[in-house]
């Protein structure tokens, strides 16, 4: 057995088997248990280490040939292989509470096996493709059926395609300067095309205009979904690319555009969510301040720079996935998710309001949730650097605190007379209690994600020297 067959063709293979189960319920449950399963055993197996079971030796290997191309993941890829399909499992078993069709599992576990692919295939020019496949199966998520697609979804699948060439170009012309570094010329060639792909998947000032539309029209749990997947994995293969090229992390002026890009997404997010009428977008521009963070993270270029990604990433998959869920279950009663509909809604539905405004403040960086440690230690580094870049983050969390506030206030605005009464399912009630407490156990216990970062500085060895 060798991990890629494991982490990416046999989720490839289940995603096949569960495209036959159109209900939400075994859907959502088996495809949860396949996510788990792959999770525990990528955080308990080592890779590339022979083991003895009783009388029986086996060792799983770390890479496969397929057309003539390596698909590896080593020993210090079980970490990441742990926190992404540990998430995706959260996301599968949400399925049936965010009233989500079946098909939504089938194509999460393929998207999310793809996207594993991405960071695995040797050599790594082939990842480029893999992310435009997993863009394309993103799509029946956000359009219905016999629908035409809308804006927001035109606009998404066009960026993310036209990251594809910038990709490919950008990583036959690295290859160019790992021949003749002295070239200036090229240098520069390849890291403007290698910015402007990356500008694309990552949706960076001003290419993040389809999130919120997105946000408006589709499933805000597909949509969730999507601003955790997508944007998690381009981070990581973005982490690859400055662990490979010394003179990509060396280089001044890249280091200066990429956290400049995330001071911008940061501070316009946090601007535009102040404002914003409608819980979807809201939830949107909220993702968009926390891909700017991660940018932020990346740009420090040391060692704590990579635990602190990661730090993110797990606040910010449970986060997007307990917000999500939170909206979902008020869509099922308001008409639109526009202020003006949901006005007054928290004392009909308490845990799906409780859980959306915990999961903003949660991105806020409230203290006692999930995102308080991660985002503290971001503003530790960025003070420690200058008190302008922390001014910065400040500015683009103060304004998702307004967001919050102002949210709060709308559905708790109700006439006089109407009784406090729980109208959530029973499964919604669960998973949306779970989600919470596991907001503040992230926030209380942080220790509990060291486990998973034990081997990160392995995997990305060259980044901090």
Do not use: C
């Not at 075994?26 to 248990?33: E, K, R, S």
């Not at 996301?91 to 692919?117: D, H, N």
């Not at 911008?264 to 993702?287: D, K, N, P, T």
């Not at 709308?410 to 109407?418: D, K, N, R, T």
């Amino acid at each position: 057995m060798s991990a890629p067959l494991l982490w990416i063709v046999l989720p490839l293979v289940g995603s096949v088997i569960l495209f036959f189960l159109p209900q939400p319920r075994p859907a959502g449950i088996a495809g949860g248990i396949i996510a788990a399963v792959l999770a525990v055993i990528a955080l308990l197996v080592p890779i590339d280490v022979a083991l003895l079971l009783g009388q029986i030796s086996f060792k799983i290997s770390s890479s496969v040939q397929v057309l003539g191309r390596s698909f590896v993941l080593g020993a210090a890829d079980g970490s990441v292989l742990a926190i992404i399909y540990g998430l995706a499992a959260m996301w599968f078993f949400g399925t049936e509470a965010a009233g989500m069709p079946g098909r939504f599992v089938s194509l999460g576990l393929a998207i999310v096996s793809l996207l594993v692919a991405s960071i695995a295939v040797e050599p790594f020019l082939f990842a480029a493709p893999l992310l435009e496949v997993a863009s394309l199966l993103v799509i029946p998520l956000l359009v219905l059926p016999f629908q035409p697609p809308r804006r927001g979804a035109l606009r998404f699948l066009i960026y993310q395609t036209l990251a594809m060439p910038f990709i490919l170009f950008s990583g036959w012309m690295l290859a160019g300067v790992e021949a003749s570094p002295g070239d200036i010329g090229l240098t520069i060639q390849s890291g403007v095309m290698l910015w402007l792909g990356f500008a694309f998947l990552l949706a960076i000032f001003p290419l993040y205009n389809w999130i919120p539309l997105l946000a408006e029209e589709a499933s805000p749990y597909a949509v969730g979904f999507l601003l955790w997947a997508l944007p998690s994995f381009t981070v990581i293969f973005a982490l690859g690319f400055l662990d490979r090229y010394t003179w990509l992390r060396t280089t001044p002026q890249f280091a200066t555009a990429i956290q400049s890009a995330g001071f911008i997404m940061v501070a316009s997010g946090g601007i535009f969510a102040a404002f914003q009428r409608h819980l979807g977008r809201l939830m949107a521009y909220a993702a968009i301040v926390g891909t700017g963070m991660l940018i932020l993270a990346m740009s420090l270029g040391t060692l704590r720079s990579v635990e602190l990604v990661f730090l993110l990433l797990i606040a910010r998959g449970l986060e997007l996935a307990v917000w999500s869920l939170g909206i979902s279950t008020l869509r099922t009663q308001a008409e639109s998710l526009r202020f003006g509909a949901v006005q007054g809604l928290a004392r009909a539905y308490p845990f799906a309001v409780a859980a959306l405004l915990l999961a903003n403040l949660s991105m806020v960086g409230f203290p006692l949730l999930a995102g308080f440690p991660s985002r503290l230690a971001l503003w530790e580094e960025l003070a420690s650097q200058s008190l302008l870049h922390a001014f910065w983050l400040l500015l683009g969390v103060f304004g998702l605190l307004v967001g919050a506030i102002r949210t709060l206030a709308v559905l708790v605005m109700a006439p006089e007379g109407i009784p406090w009464k729980r109208n959530e399912s029973l499964t919604q009630t669960l998973m949306l209690g779970a989600g919470m407490i596991g907001l503040f156990l992230l926030g209380i216990f942080p220790q509990v994600i060291q486990p998973f970062l034990t081997n990160l500085p392995i995997m990305f060895q060259h980044i901090g020297q």
